[in-house]
């Protein structure tokens, strides 16, 4: 697999900078969360004067072998007619008019779609074949096929850095990839099977058991189980998934601010710190979703997500949902006023 240089943000300026933060005309504290958001991304960007520029929001689709057990109640014919929604209308697509609201850069990948897209169509194709293979039988992809994964989506971020961006989130569309995250939480967090498992795009409660009795086969159907990130991607990930880990390794080399989306990429970022854990000091975890496995998974990971909003979209659509949130922690540090400068008695 690429290698990645990633390294913790240089921390001797917290208190400098939490002092710089606590000088702005309000009591200590007394903008909550927005006061942490903008230290942890004046770490990030090592300055006391952050900006996020050109934010970018990269949705990698891929097709899942699973599906064809019946795990979703979404056909996967959805994925490839989704994608060319994506770019046909985008401003129409679920992720696509709040990235039009936020000013974000809509890109998206065809990781492994079932389906020949038309040449010319708006998809970027990296395409590593036409859908996983059945985890139930074994594995997922193979290691070659998951190290071309993580190059592929170093090699897209690497795209966005160069066009200024220093500010990205990343999406999937996948029937079935809620399958493939609940497998990668069990086996990284060692969290029961039953609370990985959820709903996905709105299996009813007979729906979910079934999906519940077919991810256990699948596990014991893996007879050399492992906690190693690598194999227990290869096993259970996709294609869309691989790319997503290779992309948050690479934004943080780049000392990018990643912004984390629902239950999928939360679980990619999972994946993604256990071969680097400093990968996490990049990333704000930007909401909580309604599938039911999101909450304990974000709490494994000590992650204190922004938005709570019930939503199970994906595409990264939490993520810049949550933007306008994250911005407003690097506009206090920009645009408030000192006590000083103004002359105001510090009341705390």
Same mark, same amino acid.
């Given at each position: 697999?690429?290698?990645?240089?990633?390294?913790?943000?240089?921390?001797?300026?917290?208190?400098?900078?939490?002092?710089?933060?606590?000088?702005?005309?309000?009591?200590?504290?007394?903008?909550?969360?927005?006061?942490?958001?903008?230290?942890?991304?004046?770490?990030?960007?090592?300055?006391?004067?952050?900006?996020?520029?050109?934010?970018?929001?990269?949705?990698?689709?891929?097709?899942?072998?699973?599906?064809?057990?019946?795990?979703?109640?979404?056909?996967?014919?959805?994925?490839?007619?989704?994608?060319?929604?994506?770019?046909?209308?985008?401003?129409?697509?679920?992720?696509?008019?709040?990235?039009?609201?936020?000013?974000?850069?809509?890109?998206?990948?065809?990781?492994?779609?079932?389906?020949?897209?038309?040449?010319?169509?708006?998809?970027?194709?990296?395409?590593?074949?036409?859908?996983?293979?059945d985890f139930l039988y074994g594995d997922a992809m193979t290691e070659s096929e998951f190290d071309r994964c993580v190059e592929t989506g170093a090699?897209?971020?690497?795209? %966005?850095?160069? /066009?200024?961006?220093? =500010?990205? +989130?990343? @999406?999937?569309?996948?029937?079935?990839?809620?399958?493939?995250?609940?497998?990668?939480?069990?086996?990284l967090t060692g969290i029961p099977l039953s609370d990985c498992v959820g709903a996905g795009s709105g299996l009813d409660s007979a729906g979910v058991?079934?999906?519940?009795?077919?991810?256990?086969?699948?596990?014991?159907?893996?007879?050399?189980?492992?906690?190693?990130?690598?194999?227990?991607?290869?096993?259970?990930?996709?294609?869309?998934?691989?790319?997503?880990?290779?992309?948050?390794?690479?934004?943080?080399?780049?000392?990018?601010?990643?912004?984390?989306?629902?239950?999928?990429?939360?679980?990619?970022?999972?994946?993604?710190?256990?071969?680097?854990?400093?990968?996490?000091?990049?990333?704000?975890?930007?909401?909580?979703?309604?599938?039911?496995?999101?909450?304990?998974?974000? %709490?494994?990971? /000590?992650?204190?997500? =922004?938005? +709570?909003? @019930?939503?199970?979209?994906?595409?990264?659509?939490?993520?810049?949902?949550?933007?306008?949130?994250?911005?407003?922690?690097?506009?206090?540090?920009?645009?408030?006023?000192?006590?000083?400068?103004?002359?105001?008695?510090?009341?705390?």
């Open positions: 697999m690429k290698t990645f240089s990633i390294t913790s943000p240089d921390k001797s300026a917290v208190p400098a900078l939490q002092a710089q933060i606590d000088n702005l005309t309000k009591p200590r504290g007394a903008l909550g969360r927005l006061e942490q958001l903008c230290l942890q991304i004046c770490l990030i960007q090592q300055t006391s004067a952050p900006r996020l520029v050109r934010p970018y929001n990269i949705l990698f689709a891929a097709d899942h072998g699973i599906e064809r057990q019946g795990v979703s109640c979404s056909p996967r014919e959805v994925t490839a007619q989704q994608v060319l929604h994506f770019v046909r209308h985008p401003e129409g697509s679920g992720v696509g008019f709040l990235c039009r609201q936020h000013g974000f850069v809509f890109q998206v990948v065809d990781a492994g779609v079932d389906a020949e897209l038309p040449a010319g169509c708006g998809v970027i194709d990296r395409k590593i074949r036409r859908g996983t293979s090699e897209l971020v690497d795209r %966005a850095f160069a /066009d200024g961006c220093n =500010v990205i +989130s990343f @999406g999937e569309m996948g029937i079935g990839n809620t399958s493939s995250s609940a497998m990668c939480m069990h086996y058991r079934h999906k519940y009795e077919i991810l256990r086969q699948a596990a014991e159907n893996w007879t050399a189980p492992s906690n190693d990130a690598v194999k227990v991607m290869c096993r259970f990930g996709g294609f869309e998934m691989a790319m997503a880990v290779g992309a948050m390794l690479q934004a943080a080399e780049r000392r990018m601010v990643i912004l984390v989306d629902g239950f999928i990429m939360t679980a990619c970022m999972l994946v993604a710190s256990r071969l680097y854990p400093e990968v996490k000091e990049y990333a704000i975890f930007c909401h909580k979703g309604d599938e039911s496995g999101h909450a304990r998974l974000l %709490a494994s990971m /000590d992650a204190d997500p =922004v938005l +709570s909003l @019930g939503l199970r979209l994906g595409e990264g659509s939490g993520a810049v949902c949550a933007y306008p949130i994250i911005e407003s922690a690097v506009r206090m540090i920009n645009d408030m006023d000192t006590f000083e400068a103004e002359n105001v008695t510090k009341y705390f």
